[in-house]
């Protein structure tokens, strides 16, 4: 039986970086709009309304307005 022996190429082939430029720059969803938020999360959670995501509707919007300004969709 004839068998050749294998050869590998020792060139490195290019590697995409995880982390591209516009992904670097773009902060993560959770560490904006804190204040925003905690302030939503509050109004939600202890409103004593009978609808309380009418009663925080405002800040529900200032919220997703933060959001927004940093190219998330809420």
């Known amino acids: 039986m004839d068998a050749k022996p294998a050869t590998f190429s020792l060139a490195a082939a290019p590697v995409a970086s995880p982390a591209t430029s516009a992904?670097?720059?773009?902060?993560k969803p959770c560490c904006v709009c804190k204040e925003e938020?905690?302030?939503r999360d509050e109004c939600m959670l202890f409103s004593t309304a009978k609808?309380?995501?009418?009663d925080c509707r405002s800040l529900v919007d200032?919220?997703?307005?933060?959001?927004?300004?940093f190219g998330f969709t809420v």
Do not use: I, L, R
């Not at 992904?23 to 902060?27: D, E, F, G, H, T």
């Not at 200032?62 to 300004?69: A, H, I, L, T």
């Open 23 to 27: 992904s670097a720059s773009k902060p």
């Open 51 to 54: 609808d309380p995501a009418a």
């Open 37 to 39: 938020k905690s302030k």
């Open 62 to 69: 200032q919220y997703k307005s933060c959001m927004q300004g």
